[in-house]
């Protein structure tokens, strides 16, 4: 889910869900938050979206302010591939928008997860040569980009400023989801893909953290245009990635619901399912990142929620991911900072913690009051 493309497939299961709870009368209301042992800051990001790419200056530098005002310790950063090497394998172009943000980031004390994702021109399948929501023809093609930025941003660079500020580095966005994997869901070309990009990263930045591509809270498509996040993983598994990565990433949507609704279809509860294969296959060790969370303000039928309602959600993510799943979670990121538009009957331009305006919402406050409580 990024920016202005994103999935209904919450939306969808809400919409389930309320049958679901409607007919056996369930109440959805959350225990209080708890009280958690230590500073949540090194584990809590925002991730403000591809839009941040390009702002102008002082906007930029105002979402940044506003995010590391917060008290959060990441911000996740998109590495836009089609636009960092958009005319040919030997074409780099870091500096029009990525080093702006990622100087920026380093600025305030920020760590950065990159997600690196989508293939330009050049490099994409025949099949999907009008978008860049593909996977590449060739694996190694996209090895070398996620090489090249390691040793740009890790902990080797020799760009001083922009030295060992990305940490973390989350490979393709939702691959187990039709719109930012065209024309269909690969987990084979996907696993080829993380098995070359792996050992890359880590020749240029042996300290880096790889993530797998963030799962979307999906289904299983007979179709093959979408794929369950835990069938997807089980799929990198079955294809030999296994020691391909670090840590494993989610989003683990719920909205309109609480991430606290015990349900098969909140893809919150589905994360848990997802340790479960990882657990199966050996990797009882490695966490599960959620690298985007929240809920839509708004009056989107179905899908958006109150201000209020976002502001207790912010608690319920942080005592289910923090608290219940403490035992396998890593970072948890909010998207977003800042709503994308003032449309509130458009679920999509309302995630943010603070209206378009700059104004806050509650849960900006709350997720503020998290961070500094625990």
């Given at each position: 889910?990024?920016?202005r ?8 299961l809400g ?8 007919a056996c ?6 225990p209080a938050s ?7 800051a090194?584990?809590?990001?925002v991730?403000?979206?591809s ?9 930029r530098?105002r979402?940044?302010d506003?995010?590391a005002?917060t008290?959060?310790?990441w911000?996740s950063v ?6 960092i090497?958009a ?6 172009r ?5 080093d ?8 305030r004390?920020?760590k ?6 989508y293939?330009?021109?050049w ?6 040569a ?10 190694d093609?996209?090895?070398?980009f ?13 760009i001083a ?8 580095y ?11 994997v065209?024309?269909?869901?690969d987990v084979?070309?996907y696993?080829?893909?993380l098995?070359?990009a792996?050992p890359a990263?880590?020749?240029?930045d042996p300290?880096a ?6 799962t979307?809270?999906a289904g299983?498509?007979p179709?093959?245009r979408?794929?369950?996040?835990a ?6 598994y079955?294809?030999?990635g ?8 989610h ?7 609480s ?5 098969h279809?909140?893809?919150f ?15 009882g ?13 708004g009056?989107?039928?179905g ?5 209020e309602?976002?502001?207790?959600f912010?608690?319920?993510?942080f005592r ?5 799943y403490a ?5 948890l990121f909010?998207?977003?900072?800042r ?10 331009d ?8 700059w104004t806050?919402k509650l ?6 009051r998290?961070?500094?409580n625990?």
């Amino acid at each position: 889910m990024r920016g202005r493309r994103r999935s209904f497939q919450a939306a969808v299961l809400g919409t389930l869900a309320v049958l679901v709870l409607g007919a056996c009368g369930v109440a959805v209301a959350p225990p209080a938050s708890p009280t958690f042992v230590g500073s949540l800051a090194g584990r809590t990001g925002v991730n403000p979206g591809s839009a941040i790419l390009w702002m102008n200056d002082a906007d930029r530098n105002r979402e940044l302010d506003q995010i590391a005002a917060t008290g959060a310790g990441w911000i996740s950063v998109d590495f836009d591939w089609n636009s960092i090497q958009a005319w040919s394998a030997s074409d780099w172009r870091w500096d029009v928008a990525t080093d702006k943000l990622v100087r920026g980031a380093k600025a305030r004390g920020l760590k950065v997860l990159a997600m690196l994702a989508y293939s330009p021109t050049w490099a994409r399948r025949p099949a999907c040569a009008n978008t860049s929501h593909c996977l590449p023809a060739n694996p190694d093609d996209f090895a070398r980009f996620a090489g090249a930025a390691a040793a740009r941003y890790g902990s080797n660079s020799n760009i001083a400023d922009l030295r060992g500020t990305v940490v973390a580095y989350q490979l393709w966005n939702e691959p187990n989801h039709y719109p930012f994997v065209q024309p269909t869901v690969d987990v084979a070309g996907y696993t080829a893909m993380l098995v070359r990009a792996y050992p890359a990263i880590k020749a240029a930045d042996p300290t880096a953290t790889v993530l797998t591509g963030a799962t979307s809270p999906a289904g299983d498509d007979p179709s093959g245009r979408d794929m369950a996040p835990a069938t997807f993983l089980e799929g990198i598994y079955a294809h030999g990635g296994g020691g391909s990565f670090d840590a494993a990433a989610h989003h683990p949507y719920s909205f309109p619901y609480s991430p606290l609704v015990e349900a098969h279809w909140n893809s919150f509860q589905q994360t848990k399912t997802m340790y479960d294969v990882m657990v199966r296959n050996g990797d009882g060790g490695k966490k599960i990142w959620g690298t985007e969370s929240g809920a839509p303000t708004g009056t989107d039928p179905g899908r958006s929620v109150s201000e209020e309602t976002q502001s207790q959600f912010v608690a319920d993510y942080f005592r289910g991911w923090h608290h219940d799943y403490a035992e396998f979670s890593g970072p948890l990121f909010w998207f977003q900072l800042r709503d994308n538009d003032t449309n509130l009957a458009f679920y999509e331009d309302n995630f943010g913690l603070l209206r378009r305006d700059w104004t806050k919402k509650l849960a900006y406050d709350e997720f503020t009051r998290q961070i500094a409580n625990t």
